[in-house]
């Protein structure tokens, strides 16, 4: 491919439409990690400073782009999808390089990002209230839906395109302005895709980047006075001290975390489809997706050819740098994702899995720069094992077998999470009793475990959301709130 990269630039901070510099003049270095000692780019290290400088710009300017016609923001949002289109191939690549899913998958999910931006500057044209009847025949009684005001954007480095864009189109359309904090080890795919809505010209201040940790930036994002929502998609740990920030001062927040997503392969499974997507849905993206299948849960009259045409299929897979032409599966984003996933290895050796296949990095001298691991299968786990109840966001799946579709169900639903759930079956009371009894917000039947249309609500159960929904036309849900209107001439 010719490439359109150009690495180990500095990336500023974007408030009340300028490109700034922090204000402790440090940066941090974004590293591949398919090949450690390169620099994608450097980001500033941003401070609270840098923080409320954001936040007051957005604060300054929501009051006048919520009173634009949603017809107008929508333009805006059109602008921006034409801009991210044009550079898809460069922010492709960048995200390749960045995080390290393969360059097919990081074009698919800016394509998806493109389409997310369209699909929401259609929304300024919707409907935002709905006429009541009222006791008084003198009266009209109304609703309408008014922005928060300020939303603060916590994305992380999975999907560094399209989150950030499902975050703030839907925020952005439907009045509010944004500050985005996104992940550190993708801040410069999230620097140019902002590039990309600056260029789209919306008014100084609606739209903000500031790069930092977590700690500094996302926490105190979570706690500043003036951002009257948060929207955060991470891990549990970091989730539940974002919403407990939000609560304590009264803000709206909606976060979404973790999944321990499982797939139930039926006595009449096509086991070839079935193996394609436990595949597909485990081990695609290095297993770095919160809907990613974790635990394959199997009736024991097809156990055994199951599980002998999963690791038939899983010796085809190519491992390897996410832009060479061939390459199946890259690497870990990070080395820190690499140790977690290699502790989870070793704790299911260490709990009586069996290991079948994988469980270490790749033997290859040109992948040794890199953070990678075999995608990796255990065999004879039981449900009460580490590697079936924790998330590992890897590539690892852990085969049950189970007697019957009751256990298959129970055991599924034996889980702190409930993200995504899938199952392989033609027997419809199988279907309708996984549809009725499957605690998980999104459940797919003969699909994989990952994924979900841009139209649709997306969010889990327990403890995987805080039960708000993303995506589709829910996300007016959070992004705005209900005024009802009570009118006496």
């Known amino acids: 491919m010719t490439s359109v990269f150009v690495g180990g630039q500095t990336y500023l901070n974007y408030m009340n439409g300028e490109w700034r510099p922090g204000a402790t003049g440090q940066t941090v270095?974004?590293?591949?990690?398919?090949?450690?000692?390169?620099?994608?780019?450097?980001?500033?290290?941003?401070?609270?400073?840098?923080?409320?400088?954001?936040?007051?710009?957005?604060?300054?300017?929501?009051?006048?782009?919520?009173?634009?016609?949603?017809?107008?923001?929508?333009?805006y949002l059109f602008k921006a999808a034409n801009a991210l289109e044009r550079r898809i191939d460069e922010i492709a690549e960048t995200m390749t390089r960045e995080m390290g899913k393969t360059l097919p998958e990081a074009k698919g999910e800016t394509t998806r990002g493109i389409a997310i931006l369209r699909y929401y500057a259609g929304e300024g044209m919707r409907k935002i209230g709905d006429v009541i009847p009222s006791t008084d025949s003198e009266a009209l009684m109304f609703t309408t839906r008014v922005p928060l005001g300020v939303v603060g954007v916590i994305s992380p480095w999975n999907f560094p395109v399209a989150i950030p864009i499902w975050k703030m189109a839907p925020a952005l359309i439907y009045g509010n302005a944004v500050v985005l904090?996104?992940?550190?080890?993708?801040?410069?795919?999230?620097?140019?895709?902002?590039?990309?809505?600056?260029?789209?010209?919306?008014?100084?201040?609606?739209?903000?980047?500031?790069?930092?940790?977590g700690s500094v930036i996302g926490q105190g994002l979570a706690e500043h006075p003036d951002v009257n929502g948060i929207t955060f998609t991470g891990s549990n740990q970091v989730g539940k001290r974002v919403g407990q920030a939000a609560l304590a001062r009264g803000a709206k927040y909606q976060l979404e975390m973790g999944g321990k997503n499982p797939i139930i392969i039926a006595a009449d499974a096509d086991l070839d489809l079935a193996v394609d997507a436990t595949i597909s849905g485990g081990i695609r993206s290095t297993g770095q997706k919160?809907?990613?299948?974790?635990?394959?849960?199997?009736?024991?009259?097809?156990?055994?050819?199951?599980?002998?045409?999963?690791?038939n299929k899983l010796k085809g897979i190519t491992v390897g740098h996410g832009l060479d032409a061939g390459t199946w599966l890259g690497p870990c984003a990070n080395e820190n994702q690499l140790q977690t996933v290699q502790s989870y290895i070793q704790k299911g050796i260490e709990e009586g899995a069996e290991l079948l296949f994988g469980g270490a990095a790749p033997d290859h001298p040109d992948l040794a720069e890199g953070f990678y691991i075999q995608p990796t299968v255990f065999d004879k786990v039981t449900p009460e094992m580490a590697i079936a109840r924790e998330e590992i966001f890897g590539p690892v799946l852990a085969l049950i077998q189970v007697e019957s579709m009751e256990e298959a169900i129970e055991v599924a639903n034996d889980s702190d999470y409930g993200l995504s759930a899938s199952i392989y079956t033609?027997?419809?009371?199988?279907?309708?009793?996984?549809?009725?009894?499957?605690?998980?917000?999104?459940v797919r039947i003969n699909a994989e475990t990952a994924g979900v249309e841009l139209q649709a609500p997306f969010g889990g159960m327990k403890q995987s959301s805080s039960h708000s929904r993303e995506q589709g036309q829910a996300a007016i849900e959070f992004f705005t709130s209900i005024k009802t209107v009570f009118l006496k001439a």
């Not at 400073?49 to 949603?70: C, F, I, M, T, Y």
């Not at 919160?290 to 045409?309: G, L, M, N, Q």
Request: overall charge neutral; charged content about 20%.
């Open 29 to 75: 270095p974004s590293m591949n990690p398919a090949r450690k000692s390169e620099v994608v780019g450097y980001v500033q290290s941003s401070s609270l400073e840098d923080l409320n400088q954001a936040v007051a710009s957005a604060k300054a300017a929501q009051l006048g782009w919520r009173k634009l016609p949603g017809s107008v923001r929508g333009d």
């Open 181 to 213: 904090k996104p992940a550190q080890e993708t801040a410069v795919t999230a620097a140019k895709v902002v590039e990309c809505l600056a260029e789209a010209g919306f008014p100084a201040g609606v739209l903000n980047l500031v790069t930092g940790s």
């Open 290 to 311: 919160c809907t990613a299948t974790s635990r394959v849960i199997v009736h024991r009259d097809v156990y055994e050819p199951f599980k002998e045409k999963l690791l």
């Open 426 to 442: 033609q027997n419809i009371s199988h279907i309708l009793a996984f549809i009725q009894d499957m605690d998980a917000g999104l």
